[in-house]
């Protein structure tokens, strides 16, 4: 931690400061600046820490120096992690997730199934609890969705991923599902991640619409503070002032979340954008940047959907979408 | 709900939009404008068929007339509501909730709760299960601090608020606390909303950190939909590009949300700023724009607080600023 | 300048390192921390050198100590500025600055400022030279309004404000207005900036819509590094996700930019919200935490004026609004 | 446009906007809804009708129907534009800009043209004018650096771009220069907008840090409504909330704005990032979005350049990434 004392703190001032961290076990070094004075605290520093300092007198600000994740990092671990989900390898090939925003029937699941399967899909998505802005919007068909959802990876081969937002339904969706999804608005529900943490499954984490790269690799922590190492990250879009897309994908961040974590990292065009027409140039900008895959909503009829019809491809959107991807003998 | 058709659509590809919704028995209005038509649809719109709409065939975009909030809007009950907690009138009175960020210690709190008591505070905060960013922070004293945190509000005659963060801790957290409070990070936390609108205590509601105020309103309107209608909105900052504050003050949901809505609106100017010199003067501006009370960190020792210390008062502080905002017999 | 090297480097790094800064007559000092080491460097830093030493092997990030701006801070003079436009004293008693957005007529000035007058305010704003999204949309009468924006003023004894918007038109604007506005899209406009530094005219400076608080200053530090002290602050609303506001006030910036500069700070509550309802909550609130007045859009029939009547007042509501601010003798 | 009735509306005040709107010579039709009722006015609107009719009483909201823009869009011409700069042919080819940020000495000049060339870029860049933060920052060579740009680009059969910050500087920036070069800072500058559409160069626009996709259409509808139709776009990041990139390339936009214009789009990855590490991902996936090139920082030293260094690339860096992005015979 480097302490920065204001122009006008006095060297008494300034020694008082080094005695009460000295007293705490850390070893101070004093800098006079031009103007002003740094102290370079050494020791391991708490957050609680580094926050109080700020109040204390004549402290103009403290800065850590060190990285306040630690199991996610480059540095804990250098070669990037390989999440396996039954019989997908992700962050070794090039992987695509389809499937519908929401489970709706099961003609749906097994069409949509069949669909993504025969375009080159390694799993398959489809919501069965849904968190949505309006308690007067669908909400999912719960457990009968997680039975189709389940039924229809079965039926073609694909492991199945669904988000779960409540703790107390960790239990059941794991016994259905292959991988556990946090979806972006639950991305700092604590209690929500230690629970995952607490299964053995894999976690797919999205990121929250509006939180910085850091706070989603705190995020991922959590979980694997758990012991549970198991961890995909998402790339969904973030919450910006532009009015012509629904988020604001954030492509640099697909890129550093590599460059600093050892996690996978998947990119979700279609929530990003809130477009069809903007699915296929995202999808070839995320791989392009290194994401390790996509997830793409597809619905066998979009325009009758229950649930963010305006971003889901139709199958034949989707079978060209795929072929325009050319992922090769790579998926 | 208003479709406007892209300026290439053919009058056939005009009408087979009105049939289709004509099928679901809604009436069509088709004006003809200079470049381009578009379609007045009258009926009961769900989220679901504006979402559909959109991807119609030569539909440039559905726009929806009404609002999608019922309960908590201003139409729905023109006169502000009241929400008692214990003696305490929010909406009727102007409200200053005090307390430290995090229960500690019971000296901490009796300190405490005297302290804001005797300059003049309605109500006493303190969290005893705590979002904290880093798995590695404090997390809270839990069962514990609630006892704490009654134990020092009933000894001073000041009725209670602490967060909730689990569904599953619902039940014991309304043992202790006179109002729940729903933290920014868990504005949508669907399954929490449902779970505190299923009991009946007060619930403080405070916006998520990158919420529209619609969003706020929507989230509100889960808890009142659940038969909860004691909801206090609270203001504690959105986040933008500005590095200088923690959060930036929105002002203006303060005005737009007693505007719009008859619920009380609340101000947080600690968390929102993150700055101990700014609480005054934001407190002072959130009055001045119309808020209802106030919701502010007091912490014996600040510099030694276990979460939040930048931007908590101590006693002096405290007393110093409830003289100067000046609620006379307002309080 | 701190600056911290990456884990990995070496002690022959670090050397390097200082070996490159001692040449360039900066002392180095490093500290040996548990996993990384630190330099602090003694002497003045360039932004050029700043940003250098980032690039530098095995350096993970160089920080600033001081701070970038120097004429304009408080430090640099402790107690604020009064800047005087005419009689007016800004700094010293509050202000409030009022008139149209545009310059219409000559009928529409004379009656705004004899109305804006009689309901207490102290000087007159109208725009000549108008920077407008569209080019399709009034882009303003130019000299013949600075014509009819000056008479008014001289008419009711009210110093005239004006939005100057290009370089070449600094001499004329400044020959009729007794203060020079640059707008909020002109605030790093650095030639606008040097060419009114230039001139002994005292100058509302608007923040950038997406300026951070620092970026505001160092632009009022353009101003008077060229020898013109006479600024003053305007904060004017902010750029952010929130569709229900045109921009969000950022009510803490008036705060920070008093603390951290001795310069007035007026605040525009008529831009910064775009509605006429909240001009009322937003000037309260403004003066509530600080700021030295107000600027206010005020026309005759807002509902006919050629630009952003959604925010203007009507005379009868600018003199419920001036009473209800209750400004006292001050003004 | 559609005008949105407040649901208290009477009939009667219905009409009376109808009748307003009538004299007006607008054609106006009603649509009673199930709570509120909307009018479908038919004619051209102007955006000062659009913005008073939001104030007349009753009102609830007033929305545009169709494009601020003209000029600029697809619609007006379906084609994409070729812009043609000396041999290059920007829309036609995938171009690669590469240069310094700011022009330091003839040798620097003359070793990178050689570089770049040597590489396979088309054009080359170097600022002679630059804006900066600071007024204390090195501000460009000025005329001298148009000078020793254009000696460099001439040497190596290069067409060069500069950027323009003055309208003053216009006509000696064009006697240098063979594109010219309007930067993000300058998005809304009107005036300089108004000047360089009066030249016949082909003029660089990129988009303003915090500008929508609209608002930098309408910025380019300026330079077109003078007269000059030969721009080119240039998305080079927006400011958000992310602190670990000094903007957020804003992928989406580049997809966007080629679907909504005719004009070429290129993507500047060096400033949207700040970092040298992302302009290899950035640039990938904004060609894979469809950018119709790239503009990059190349310095001979960028570890001692006097602007920018952090996310210059070296001559040796620059070529790797040539070779990597694999242009082929498109360049």
Known sequence: MIIVMKPEASSVEIKEVCSKLETLSFSCHVIHGVNQSVIGVVGTITDELLEQAQLWPKVEKAIRVGKPYKLVSRECQPEG?????GSVSIGKEKVVIAGP???????????????????GANMLRGGAFKPRTSPYAFQGLKTKGLELLSEAGRAYGLPVVTEVVDPRDVEIVAQYADMLQIGARNMQNFSLLKEVGLTRKPILLKRGLSSTIQEWLMAAEYILA?????????????RTFEPWTRNTLDISAIALAKETSHLPVLADPSHASGKRSLVEPLAKAALAAGADGLII???????GALSDGPQSLNFEEFERLMARLNLGEGV
């Open 226 to 238: 758990e012991g549970n190492s198991q961890v995909v990250l998402c790339e969904r879009g973030i």
């Open 101 to 119: 925003c929401a489970v709706e029937t099961e003609d749906q699941m097994l069409k949509t199934a069949e669909a993504v399967k025969k375009a």
């Open 81 to 85: 992690s390989v999440v396996k989900v």
């Open 297 to 303: 909503e597809v619905h066998p009829n979009p325009d």
